[in-house]
C-alpha cells in the first residue's frame, strides 16, 4: 500500500499569509492521480484538487497544487478566514487508495 | 440537486448490526461506483471499499471484509453499508462517496456522514 506523509501537522498562519502544506508518497503516484480535500468541523470532505494539479469546480484560484512522483504541494495563495481547516491528501492510483493523515490549517 | 442524502446517526450495543443508506439523489446511481470512507473521531480517513452500482458487486479495502457488507437497491438509488458484530472500535462516521467525471477515482461527491457509536 501507499503510505502518505503530510507535513506539518499543523501550520499557523494569520488571513492574507501564504500556506504551503506538502504530501510525501512511499511510491511513485502515476499519472499524478493524487487528490487533495478540506474538511471543517461536522462537514464532510470537500474537492479541492485532483490530477495533482487540477481545481474542482467551484473551488477558488487562491488553491493551486503541483507536483508529481513522490512530492505534492498544495498553495493556498492568501488566506480567507474560512480556509482556516483540515486537508488531506489521497492517492488513487493503487489499490487501496489511501489518504495522508491531514495537515491542520489554524488561525494565528 | 446532484447529492448523496445519507441516513440519521445510530446508536448501538456492541455485538448489534447497523445499515446505513445512502441515497443518491439528482443523477443516475448506476452511473457510477459508490466508495464508503470510514473517520473514527478526531482520526482521519480510511477508504472501505466500493460497491459496483450496475452488478452489486463489492470490493473490500483490507481491514474491513468479514464484518462489513455493502450492498444496493437500485429501485430507490440507494446503497447500503451494514457492519455486523459490532465492536466499540467502529465508533465513527461512515461517509459514501462518488467519483468523479475525471480520470481515476477522486471523490468528487460526498454524503454529510452518518454516525454510529457503539457502547452500551
Known amino acids: 500500500e501507499i503510505v502518505l506523509t503530510q507535513s506539518p501537522g499543523t501550520l499557523s498562519l494569520s488571513p492574507g499569509e501564504r500556506a504551503t502544506l506538502s504530501c510525501g508518497a512511499s511510491?511513485?503516484?502515476?499519472?499524478?492521480?493524487l487528490a487533495w480535500y478540506q474538511q471543517k468541523p461536522g462537514q464532510p470532505p470537500r474537492l479541492l484538487i485532483y490530477?495533482?494539479?487540477n481545481r474542482a469546480t467551484g473551488i477558488p484560484d487562491r488553491f493551486s497544487g503541483s507536483g508529481s512522483g513522490t512530492d505534492f504541494t498544495l498553495i493556498i495563495s492568501r488566506l480567507e478566514p474560512e480556509d482556516f481547516a483540515v486537508y488531506y491528501c489521497q492517492q488513487y492510483i493503487r489499490s487501496p487508495q489511501t489518504f495522508g493523515q491531514g495537515t491542520k490549517l489554524e488561525m494565528k | 440537486q446532484v447529492q448523496l442524502v445519507q441516513s440519521a446517526s445510530e446508536l448501538k450495543e456492541p455485538g448489534a448490526s447497523v445499515k446505513v443508506s445512502c441515497k443518491a439523489s439528482g443523477y443516475t446511481l448506476t452511473d457510477y461506483p459508490i466508495n464508503w470512507v470510514r473517520q473514527a473521531p478526531g482520526q482521519g480517513l480510511e477508504w472501505m471499499g466500493w460497491i459496483n452500482t450496475k452488478t452489486g458487486t463489492p470490493t473490500y479495502a483490507p481491514g474491513f471484509t468479514g464484518r462489513f457488507v455493502f450492498s444496493l437497491d437500485t429501485s430507490v438509488s440507494t446503497t447500503y453499508l451494514q457492519i455486523n458484530s459490532l465492536k466499540a472500535e467502529d465508533t465513527a462516521f461512515y461517509y459514501c462517496?462518488?467519483?468523479?467525471?475525471?480520470?481515476?477515482?477522486?471523490?468528487?461527491?460526498w454524503g454529510r456522514g452518518t454516525l454510529v457509536t457503539v457502547s452500551s
Open positions: 490530477g495533482a494539479s
Open positions: 462517496a462518488r467519483i468523479g467525471r475525471g480520470p481515476g477515482w477522486y471523490f468528487e461527491l
Open positions: 511510491q511513485i503516484v502515476g499519472n499524478n492521480y
